[in-house]
């Protein structure tokens, strides 16, 4: 790959990152409502913690970023992990936090979370939609900085 190639695709998940903590931070919020225990306690909903998680991933993908730019090589294998990790959380079992189930909110569930993308429904599933398709695009960014011309037949 050329230079200028290989630097805009070493920098490209670092904008990506960027666009991530900047997208749950403005524009694609989740729910910052709290949920009553039974025992009268409010606790948050689990897309705030999604939302914390998404921040953390995010600035390590900024950190990979400038450390591929200032040594001239990504290392592709944790950028393809953290843009995986960044579309899992999003899915309820191993490793997901996942989002809330419902399909609209109910009483105080969602806060005022809702950003202007939402679709009129529960705010995560915009975070989540958008979360998705940030880590599909940060993973297939490591797989093309992995492709090198030079080594094939």
């Known amino acids: 790959m050329s230079v200028s190639k290989n630097r805009m695709i070493t920098a490209l998940p670092g904008i990506l990152g960027f666009l991530t903590i900047l997208s749950v931070l403005t524009w694609a919020k989740p729910c910052t409502g709290t949920l009553t225990l039974s025992s009268g306690m409010e ?11 998404a921040f953390a991933v995010s600035v390590i993908l900024i950190s990979l970023s400038l450390s591929g730019i200032t040594q001239k ?32 909110c109910s009483g105080n569930a969602c806060g005022s979370g809702s950003g202007i993308f939402s679709t009129g429904g529960m ?31």
């Open 43 to 53: 606790v948050p909903m689990a897309c705030y913690y999604l939302k914390i998680a």
């Open 73 to 104: 090589h990504l290392s592709a294998l944790p950028v393809i992990i953290c843009g995986l990790m960044l579309a899992a959380l999003t899915f309820s079992g191993i490793g997901g936090i996942r989002i809330c189930a419902g399909d609209v």
């Open 123 to 153: 705010p995560c599933h915009t975070t989540a939609v958008f979360l998705r398709v940030i880590g599909l695009l940060t993973a297939l960014c490591g797989c093309i900085s992995l492709y090198d011309p030079e080594k094939q037949l």
